[in-house]
């Protein structure tokens, strides 16, 4: 386990919790620290709680842990809500000059560090300053070399003036100040800093630019959290590659206008979550049986219905396999991690291409708003490659042309896709429809044809599934008697879960799935394994209901429902209480 | 573009299904004869068509086409328009389709202004259901969903447009297939959201809004003093409660089009075989 630091800022929405938490991951980054970053916010603009938490360390960090050494509480609940991760020696730096924090329920075991956040900032030139202030204290405490906050608050404020980035820095220094003058207690904590050159960046962020980086073109969207983030990204960026965005009045248009774009030949994106997803259903069926390019990106949340909109789950699996009427193929990506998010999503747009269907690239709501530290070539551009599939010019389109000169976009072929001609290529004219057709992309219902068009749609995924790689990620002991399978946004934490585990004299077997259609088949590495279990944020086991499926064997479930993401130390906890107690594995 | 194009060459070899005398074989001939008259070529062209008997359409014409879910061909066609301006971009379907399950976004379709032209195919009945009250359908207009009429008033969509910030109004009659024609093509041209109302008859389920009725009743606008430049005419024509009229009703040259306002211009069909020159600046951004 890394030697790691955990801190985190906690107060209402509306006390700027998430931009003070990313400043301070944005310094830890440029001091050359890895960082993982974790967010818990509600829906609303103002009120509720709300918090940035932090996990950084010189080696690489993939979770977030259960345990604080820092708090920034602005509030009393942040300290009531975060109670449990607080120990001997952590520090709360608090405004004890507020009114709400005046009697702060300050742990005894805990160094309560009372600084006069707001008089400082006031004092600095403003008291919207005051979390900066705290981010100096936080400085002080940690032996953190302020410049490295300097250097974020540049990159934070930097476009408003350079007033308001020295007010900020004249903020900070007074709170690292306060705390060195009137507190002399010596803090276990000392943030070392390194030469290392680190990105930081969100799920969310890692899509957008993926997408770029893949040639789309054009997105359409309409706001829903927590794929927001997405089209925010995309807005401003996409059109200095000559694409655009464009935000529609609900998600049938936004799903119906990017159709139109890959219609006409451009690489066409939306994002949703759930909600979305339901509404895209009908559209969905249109673009994978016109056999449209389209990658329909799903960022989950707590469901059903409006469920819980800023919880993580990853409860739309069924709804992404069997969502729609009627049975048609389509691929399920779903990145692992936040670099995965940025290759995954240039492989769903290759994929959607060679295979002319629908793409969902689903990442679920901690991967998308989770900020993590990587190195900058694991985005290397130049790593970047793009195949089209079957795009025919006018003279390919020659050899696709039936007796009558007409092109045929449907064309039976061996490997179940047929040629694509993008409207302005001569000779090209055809339509298709959300009808059953023929070759010629015309209505049929002729029941040759229709077993036909349905037999080549299927081939697809077998072509797919002989030439492309659907690997799964393996991490841990391969020869381990225990077997540990998950999808998604848990690889982070199992995956430091794995040397905790191994501490105490559990050696497992990970294998993290980013394929859920086509999949990777597990059949051998379930047989060969004693205990199985499934590590999945919902309720019924989705992923697990597949993999017994495909291996017709029982596995024990772990699994995560109030609407919280798996920690580290929480995994290794359940999976050796799991491995000494009962099979049956629930919350 | 080929100057020697020929409407028929916008005409497909399959053969309509609809009804002998139905409305719609007007609407199409005159859509193809504008395409034709505009200079554009089957190959440039791309219509959309929701659902309905109407929607049939992209089968019968000859171009790049899709017929696509019900209510939703507005927002198909902005997207092709928008990833490929050198497309000419028509979208067409019936009453139910656009004033009724699609009528949300026709008024925002209406607000975008993409440069497409939309021509609606309005029967005032379901027709390819067999007989059920449209959202244009009169109050009092007997069906087998509605045995004493809908017992509420039509939409009128010419309004609604009008509301909405609509660029190009216009109404049109299927039988008159000169005025028609001459009213799509000045759609195609408007740069902008070119919008026609069509009244295409069903001879086989509403002996209300006939052909006889069109031919007694439509006032032709070309006829009168309508100036359609001019926002309050075309408010009197529009909300007339006791004639209904034929051409440009409304028409504002000054706006731009979604295109030209989001400075698109470029086939976004054409990508190069890696990421994007200077992709590595976005790698940048996050240091």
């Given at each position: 386990?890394?030697?790691?630091?955990?801190?985190?800022?906690?107060?209402?929405?509306?006390d700027g919790i998430d931009s003070t938490g990313k400043i301070f991951?944005?310094?830890?980054?440029?001091?050359?620290?890895?960082?993982?970053?974790?967010?818990?916010?509600?829906?609303?603009?103002?009120?509720?709680?709300?918090?940035?938490?932090?996990?950084?360390?010189?080696?690489?960090?993939?979770?977030?842990?259960?345990?604080?050494?820092?708090?920034?509480?602005?509030?009393?609940?942040?300290?009531?809500?975060?109670?449990?991760?607080?120990?001997?020696?952590?520090?709360?730096?608090?405004?004890?000059?507020?009114?709400?924090?005046?009697?702060?329920?300050?742990?005894?075991?805990?160094?309560?560090?009372?600084?006069?956040?707001?008089?400082?900032?006031?004092?600095?030139?403003?008291?919207?300053?005051?979390?900066?202030?705290?981010?100096?204290?936080?400085?002080?405490?940690?032996?953190?070399?302020?410049?490295?906050?300097?250097?974020?608050?540049?990159?934070?404020?930097?476009?408003?003036?350079?007033?308001?980035?020295?007010?900020?820095?004249?903020?900070?220094?007074?709170?690292?100040?306060?705390?060195?003058?009137?507190?002399?207690?010596?803090?276990?904590?000392?943030?070392?800093?390194?030469?290392?050159?680190?990105?930081?960046?969100?799920?969310?962020?890692?899509?957008?630019?993926?997408?770029?980086?893949?040639?789309?073109?054009?997105?359409?969207?309409?706001?829903?959290?927590?794929?927001?983030?997405?089209?925010?990204?995309?807005?401003?960026?996409?059109?200095?590659?000559?694409?655009?965005?464009?935000?529609?009045?609900?998600?049938?248009?936004?799903?119906?206008?990017?159709?139109?774009?890959?219609?006409?030949?451009?690489?066409?994106?939306?994002?949703?979550?759930?909600?979305?997803?339901?509404?895209?259903?009908?559209?969905?069926?249109?673009?994978?049986?016109?056999?449209?390019?389209?990658?329909?990106?799903?960022?989950?949340?707590?469901?059903?219905?409006?469920?819980?909109?800023?919880?993580?789950?990853?409860?739309?699996?069924?709804?992404?396999?069997?969502?729609?009427?009627?049975?048609?193929?389509?691929?399920?990506?779903?990145?692992?991690?936040?670099?995965?998010?940025?290759?995954?999503?240039?492989?769903?747009?290759?994929?959607?291409?060679?295979?002319?269907?629908?793409?969902?690239?689903?990442?679920?709501?901690?991967?998308?708003?989770?900020?993590?530290?990587?190195?900058?070539?694991?985005?290397?551009?130049?790593?970047?490659?793009?195949?089209?599939?079957?795009?025919?010019?006018?003279?390919?389109?020659?050899?696709?042309?039936?007796?009558?000169?007409?092109?045929?976009?449907?064309?039976?072929?061996?490997?179940?896709?047929?040629?694509?001609?993008?409207?302005?290529?001569?000779?090209?004219?055809?339509?298709?429809?959300?009808?059953?057709?023929?070759?010629?992309?015309?209505?049929?219902?002729?029941?040759?044809?229709?077993?036909?068009?349905?037999?080549?749609?299927?081939?697809?995924?077998?072509?797919?599934?002989?030439?492309?790689?659907?690997?799964?990620?393996?991490?841990?002991?391969?020869?381990?008697?225990?077997?540990?399978?998950?999808?998604?946004?848990?690889?982070?934490?199992?995956?430091?879960?794995?040397?905790?585990?191994?501490?105490?004299?559990?050696?497992?077997?990970?294998?993290?799935?980013?394929?859920?259609?086509?999949?990777?088949?597990?059949?051998?590495?379930?047989?060969?394994?004693?205990?199985?279990?499934?590590?999945?944020?919902?309720?019924?086991?989705?992923?697990?209901?597949?993999?017994?499926?495909?291996?017709?064997?029982?596995?024990?479930?772990?699994?995560?429902?109030?609407?919280?993401?798996?920690?580290?130390?929480?995994?290794?906890?359940?999976?050796?209480?799991?491995?000494?107690?009962?099979?049956?594995?629930?919350? | 573009?080929?100057?020697?194009?020929?409407?028929?060459?916008?005409?497909?070899?399959?053969?309509?299904?609809?009804?002998?005398?139905?409305?719609d074989f007007g609407t199409m001939n005159g859509m193809m004869k504008?395409?034709?008259?505009?200079?554009?070529?089957?190959?440039?062209?791309?219509?959309?068509?929701?659902?309905?008997?109407?929607?049939?359409?992209?089968?019968?014409?000859?171009?790049?086409?899709?017929?696509?879910?019900?209510?939703?061909?507005?927002?198909?066609?902005?997207?092709?328009?928008?990833?490929?301006?050198?497309?000419?971009?028509?979208?067409?379907?019936?009453?139910?389709?656009?004033?009724?399950?699609?009528?949300?976004?026709?008024?925002?379709?209406?607000?975008?202004?993409?440069?497409?032209?939309?021509?609606?195919?309005?029967?005032?009945?379901?027709?390819?259901?067999?007989?059920?009250?449209?959202?244009?359908?009169?109050?009092?207009?007997?069906?087998?969903?509605?045995?004493?009429?809908?017992?509420?008033?039509?939409?009128?969509?010419?309004?609604?447009?009008?509301?909405?910030?609509?660029?190009?109004?216009?109404?049109?009659?299927?039988?008159?297939?000169?005025?028609?024609?001459?009213?799509?093509?000045?759609?195609?041209?408007?740069?902008?959201?070119?919008?026609?109302?069509?009244?295409?008859?069903?001879?086989?389920?509403?002996?209300?809004?006939?052909?006889?009725?069109?031919?007694?009743?439509?006032?032709?606008?070309?006829?009168?003093?309508?100036?359609?430049?001019?926002?309050?005419?075309?408010?009197?024509?529009?909300?007339?409660?006791?004639?209904?009229?034929?051409?440009?009703?409304?028409?504002?040259?000054?706006?731009?089009?979604?295109?030209?306002?989001?400075?698109?211009?470029?086939?976004?069909?054409?990508?190069?075989?890696?990421?994007?020159?200077?992709?590595?600046?976005?790698?940048?951004?996050?240091?």
């Amino acid at each position: 386990m890394p030697a790691d630091f955990n801190w985190a800022v906690g107060g209402e929405a509306g006390d700027g919790i998430d931009s003070t938490g990313k400043i301070f991951a944005q310094a830890l980054s440029r001091a050359g620290r890895h960082v993982f970053t974790s967010k818990d916010f509600a829906s609303r603009i103002r009120g509720g709680y709300t918090a940035y938490k932090i996990r950084t360390s010189v080696d690489r960090v993939q979770s977030v842990v259960n345990r604080l050494d820092v708090l920034i509480a602005l509030t009393p609940r942040t300290i009531e809500e975060n109670r449990d991760e607080l120990h001997d020696g952590s520090v709360i730096i608090y405004d004890g000059e507020r009114t709400t924090m005046a009697d702060a329920p300050i742990p005894d075991n805990v160094v309560g560090l009372d600084v006069p956040l707001k008089r400082l900032a006031e004092d600095a030139g403003g008291a919207i300053m005051r979390n900066v202030v705290a981010l100096g204290a936080a400085c002080a405490v940690t032996d953190f070399p302020i410049e490295n906050l300097d250097s974020a608050l540049e990159k934070r404020f930097g476009a408003k003036g350079q007033k308001l980035v020295d007010n900020n820095k004249e903020a900070a220094r007074k709170g690292q100040a306060y705390v060195e003058e009137n507190h002399d207690h010596e803090f276990d904590y000392d943030l070392e800093t390194t030469d290392n050159d680190y990105v930081l960046l969100n799920g969310d962020e890692a899509i957008g630019m993926g997408a770029i980086a893949a040639g789309c073109r054009y997105y359409a969207g309409y706001p829903i959290t927590p794929a927001t983030d997405v089209m925010e990204y995309l807005k401003g960026r996409i059109e200095q590659y000559g694409g655009h965005v464009v935000q529609a009045e609900d998600e049938l248009s936004a799903i119906n206008m990017a159709l139109g774009a890959a219609r006409a030949g451009a690489r066409a994106m939306t994002a949703t979550s759930g909600p979305g997803i339901d509404l895209m259903a009908e559209t969905f069926g249109l673009v994978a049986t016109t056999e449209t390019p389209l990658v329909i990106t799903n960022v989950m949340r707590s469901g059903p219905s409006t469920g819980m909109p800023t919880k993580q789950e990853q409860g739309d699996l069924n709804a992404m396999l069997y969502g729609g009427h009627g049975e048609i193929p389509r691929f399920v990506l779903a990145p692992t991690t936040i670099d995965e998010c940025f290759w995954k999503t240039v492989e769903a747009f290759n994929l959607a291409e060679k295979y002319q269907l629908p793409v969902y690239l689903t990442a679920d709501l901690s991967l998308a708003v989770t900020e993590q530290t990587f190195e900058p070539d694991a985005f290397d551009m130049d790593e970047v490659e793009i195949g089209r599939g079957k795009l025919v010019d006018e003279e390919g389109l020659a050899e696709w042309q039936n007796e009558k000169g007409q092109f045929q976009p449907h064309a039976i072929t061996d490997d179940g896709i047929s040629p694509r001609a993008v409207p302005g290529t001569d000779e090209g004219a055809h339509m298709t429809t959300g009808l059953e057709h023929d070759e010629l992309g015309r209505r049929t219902e002729d029941t040759d044809m229709r077993i036909k068009q349905v037999d080549k749609r299927d081939r697809k995924v077998e072509t797919a599934e002989e030439r492309e790689d659907w690997e799964p990620r393996e991490f841990g002991e391969s020869e381990a008697d225990t077997l540990i399978v998950s999808w998604g946004s848990n690889e982070g934490a199992m995956v430091e879960a794995i040397d905790m585990l191994a501490d105490d004299g559990i050696d497992v077997r990970f294998i993290s799935v980013p394929y859920i259609f086509p999949r990777p088949d597990l059949s051998d590495a379930i047989d060969a394994a004693e205990d199985v279990f499934v590590v999945e944020c919902n309720n019924n086991g989705q992923f697990a209901d597949l993999l017994e499926r495909d291996a017709l064997a029982r596995v024990d479930r772990i699994n995560k429902y109030n609407g919280v993401r798996f920690t580290a130390d929480e995994l290794a906890e359940r999976i050796s209480g799991a491995l000494t107690a009962a099979p049956e594995v629930s919350q | 573009m080929s100057s020697d194009v020929r409407f028929t060459d916008f005409k497909s070899d399959k053969q309509p299904t609809w009804c002998p005398g139905c409305g719609d074989f007007g609407t199409m001939n005159g859509m193809m004869k504008a395409l034709a008259n505009t200079g554009n070529d089957p190959d440039n062209t791309f219509v959309v068509a929701g659902i309905g008997c109407s929607g049939k359409i992209g089968t019968y014409m000859h171009s790049y086409a899709l017929h696509g879910v019900h209510g939703r061909a507005l927002p198909l066609a902005a997207g092709v328009k928008m990833a490929n301006p050198d497309l000419e971009v028509m979208a067409a379907g019936g009453d139910g389709d656009g004033y009724s399950i699609g009528v949300g976004h026709f008024i925002h379709a209406v607000r975008r202004n993409v440069d497409m032209t939309y021509v609606v195919m309005d029967n005032r009945i379901y027709g390819l259901t067999k007989g059920q009250a449209s959202p244009t359908s009169r109050e009092d207009f007997e069906t087998s969903t509605t045995p004493e009429g809908p017992k509420q008033p039509p939409v009128n969509p010419l309004a609604l447009a009008l509301s909405a910030g609509a660029t190009f109004i216009a109404q049109s009659f299927s039988s008159d297939a000169m005025r028609h024609t001459e009213i799509v093509q000045e759609a195609i041209e408007h740069d902008g959201f070119g919008f026609v109302n069509v009244f295409s008859p069903c001879v086989t389920f509403n002996d209300v809004d006939t052909y006889d009725y069109f031919r007694d009743e439509l006032v032709d606008v070309g006829e009168t003093d309508h100036d359609p430049t001019d926002l309050e005419s075309a408010q009197d024509v529009i909300l007339d409660p006791d004639k209904e009229y034929q051409g440009v009703l409304y028409q504002n040259e000054q706006a731009n089009a979604y295109g030209a306002e989001h400075g698109l211009t470029e086939n976004m069909a054409e990508i190069p075989d890696g990421a994007p020159e200077n992709a590595t600046d976005l790698v940048r951004e996050f240091y």
